[in-house]
């Protein structure tokens, strides 16, 4: 019999996505299979099946999955994982009726963080990230994207993605890092454009030099950066070989979405704030959207994006945690299981969102984010019969079994 690593046998119903990221999602187009099972060899799956063929045919540790419901791991595409300090206080502020805004025109928010940052160690950054980053894994989060963006000096930004770096190594997760320009600096507010020139012929040419960063990303909103200093800091990444991605019309419309049209981005976050007929400019340009259902209820603000309109235009939406000191929650699975009532995504849309069309907003859904052969080992056994009733339950931990690049991370089901 060939010897495999893992064999995951007596899957109920497992959800595939085996066609690639999808536009409109439909359960005839999520390769369900039926009473299934997967091996898994040197990482990455080797063969998907039916559960009886598998069983007998591979060698391996035995993982019986109860018949319970198997999917992709969780791909979380937009996380603020590594800073120090919290914000409790802000957390009251913003209800009694502060908005984020005015916390950060007043050198909170962003700036209270980098102050807390800046004054950490290297090890104590490292470990706050990892013990929150085997949380997410113990939720089923097996991809991770990672960005700096609170410290706003070179060094600053630069000692972020090494411990992202760390992250990368130790972790069974992947990491993908991001390096974003978050705020200009407090002494650059009035000369912004300055800061962002600087940014983008330093700060973006050392991490490209270094190899630290696979993204470059910027907070493009009233009180970050304009749309002119958000290009000029796209396209220096753009040139350096990074891939970009953007934080476009969450707390103002001033037009970032509509950069999409004119440079090679993968992915605009958040979009609470963009006009419906951009959607179009995404489906044009196949830019994910990536929707941050979790972060819209910490910013204790009504606004929500187009989600209508992405559909209906043919828009590739994920979903992401967004976890950052203004939104505490690290969990994907969260932000899943609250998708259909902060954004009426269906339960299938929101677990397409969290795993395949989360790897196209990263640029890797041609090895990640789908159960297939070639692709990297990643899946979850969730305590549930269907992917129906995702968003039906929520608000406990539902994943029982975690697997992350071939390794068993956790395991509530029996392994023999
Ligand atoms: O994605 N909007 C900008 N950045 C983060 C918030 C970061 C923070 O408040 O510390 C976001 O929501
Ligand atoms: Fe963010």
Not at 397 to 408: D, E
Request: net charge negative; with cysteine.
């Amino acid at each position: 019999m060939p010897k495999v690593d893992v064999v995951v046998y007596n899957i109920g119903e497992l959800i595939t996505f085996a066609g690639g990221p999808l536009e409109r999602v439909s359960a005839d187009k999520a390769f369900i299979v039926r009473d299934a099972g997967v091996a898994i060899k040197d990482g990455v799956f080797v063969s998907v099946g039916r559960s009886g063929d598998i069983r007998f045919r591979f060698d391996g540790v035995m993982v019986d999955a109860g018949g319970f419901m198997v999917s992709p791991g969780l791909v979380d595409p937009h996380t603020h994982l590594i800073f120090a300090g919290s914000r409790e206080d802000e957390f009251e502020l913003k209800l009694s009726g502060v908005s984020y805004s005015e916390i950060l025109a007043r050198g909170g928010g962003i700036y209270r963080t980098v102050r807390a940052t800046r004054a950490s160690s290297f090890e104590e950054l490292l470990s706050r990230a990892s013990r929150i980053l085997d949380l997410m894994l113990a939720h089923g989060t097996t991809v991770v994207e990672v960005k700096s963006g609170y410290a706003l000096d070179l060094e600053g930004e630069v000692r972020i993605l090494e411990v992202a770096r760390r992250l990368a190594r130790v972790s069974p997760a992947l990491v993908v890092p991001t390096l974003l320009a978050h705020v200009p600096l407090l002494e650059y507010r009035d000369r912004v454009s300055e800061y962002a020139r600087w940014f983008a012929e330093t700060v973006v040419a050392e991490v490209s030099r270094r190899g630290l960063a696979s993204y470059i990303d910027v907070f493009c909103d009233r009180g970050a950066f304009s749309v002119e200093d958000s290009k000029i800091i796209l396209e220096a990444g753009l040139k350096h070989g990074l891939r970009a991605r953007m934080h476009a019309d969450q707390l103002s419309y001033i037009g970032c979405s509509k950069l999409a049209g004119e440079l090679e981005l993968d992915s605009l976050d958040h979009l609470e704030r963009m006009p419906s007929v951009n959607a179009r400019i995404l489906a044009e340009r196949g830019v994910t959207a990536t929707l941050l259902p979790t972060s819209i209820i910490a910013m204790m603000d009504p606004a929500k994006p187009p989600v209508g309109e992405l559909r209906e235009s043919g828009v590739v939406v994920a979903i992401g945690s967004d976890y950052n000191p203004n939104n505490m929650t690290p969990l994907q699975q969260t932000a899943m299981d609250i998708a259909p009532y902060i954004l009426q995504l269906t339960p299938l849309e929101a677990l397409a969102a969290a795993t395949i069309n989360a790897a196209k907003s990263l640029n890797i859904h041609d090895r990640v984010g789908a159960v297939k052969e070639g692709y990297r080992a990643d899946l979850v056994v969730w305590d549930m019969e269907s992917y129906k009733w995702i968003g039906y339950t929520w608000g406990y931990n539902k994943a029982l079994t975690v697997i992350a690049g071939g390794s068993i991370v956790k395991n509530r089901l029996t392994a023999s």
